[in-house]
């Protein structure tokens, strides 16, 4: 049991570390290839600050585990809304200005009920696979067009774009940038597999489910990046991009990180998945829709989106709760 508690803590070490160094290397690349900021900030770090959960899930679905690969992708979108955002906001509310985040919301309420859809039959099967995974390349090339249209309309001057320029490390060489999205993709296939491993053992010692294990233990550890960068985001004032993190995250850990395991090892799972878990995505997603997106009395979205302390304080408790009703599950009440 200390063996498989082990690599799973070394496993999050290695998989937050090498994920950041993946995610800078990545950033400077784009950037030395003359990619416009908003871009690389919607596109390549919204997959880099994915890759752990994007790793672990085929990890998981190569060992047959395609249950800790479902509940990783969904545990942590929960994760993301109701527990990044919701200790992100106590320490510092989040003002959304950003015109183009706004447009990213209803995208992310498609692919939400796209991936809901899809599930319905409680299945993940090849088809299912090859549309989530086809939607992902559409879902990115609207991104670019998103970004594009930014330069060319009343949104040039976005704010999150100068965020977004902010992060990247602009002063990396090329070498160096190359260097460090080969070892921080080889250290993030390394840490997958050691969490994994780790992750199932404990669940066999504990007698509860992979799904309970993805859930839990494997959501929020994938979801440490997220939750470095947006606080970080937050301290330095960056709110567009501490809710963007999330808003990026969680739509590529939908088309990818659920597309994979239908794709490489298609599996049924339990009408829980859907009644319990999905349901509060699909809940906190449509909260954080109208909380960061500003709809005032008029029904307009003239004003910024906010979230305060007492709302993130909400979210907070709503991931406590989350969290006691799968304990509950678990123990049998």
Known sequence: MLAFIAAVVAGLI????????????AAATADKLRIPSLIIGLTVVGLGTSAPEILV?????????????????????????????????LISPLTVRSQTLKREYPVLLLVTLLALGLMWDLRLDRIDGVILLGSLVTVLWLLVFLARRSNLTETAGDPIEAEFDAEIPHDMSIKMALFWVVVGLILLVIASRTLVWGATGIAS?????????????????????????????????????????????????????????????????????????????????????????????????????????????????????????????????
């Open 14 to 25: 290695l998989l937050v570390w090498s994920a950041d160094r993946f995610v800078a290397g």
């Open 57 to 89: 899930s085929l990890t998981a679905s190569l060992e047959g585990k395609g249950d800790l690969a479902v509940g990783n992708a969904i545990g942590s979108n929960i994760a993301n809304i109701a527990l990044i955002l919701g200790l992100t906001a």
């Open 205 to 333: 010692a504990l007698g509860v489910s992979d799904l309970i294990i993805g859930l839990t233990i494997v959501a929020i550890g994938t979801s440490l990046p997220e939750l470095a960068a947006s606080m970080m985001s937050a301290l330095k004032n960056e709110h567009d991009i501490a809710i963007g993190n999330v808003i990026g995250s969680n739509m590529f850990n939908l088309l990818a990180v659920l597309g994979i395991p239908g794709l490489v090892a298609p599996l049924s799972f339990e009408s829980q998945v859907i009644t319990r878990d999905y349901a509060i995505m699909l809940g906190l997603s449509i909260a954080l829709f109208f909380l960061a997106r500003g709809f005032d009395w008029r029904g307009t979205d003239s004003r910024p989106g906010r979230i305060n302390r007492w709302e993130g304080a909400l979210l907070l408790c709503a991931f406590l709760g989350y969290q006691w009703l799968l304990y509950r599950s678990v123990v049998g009440a």
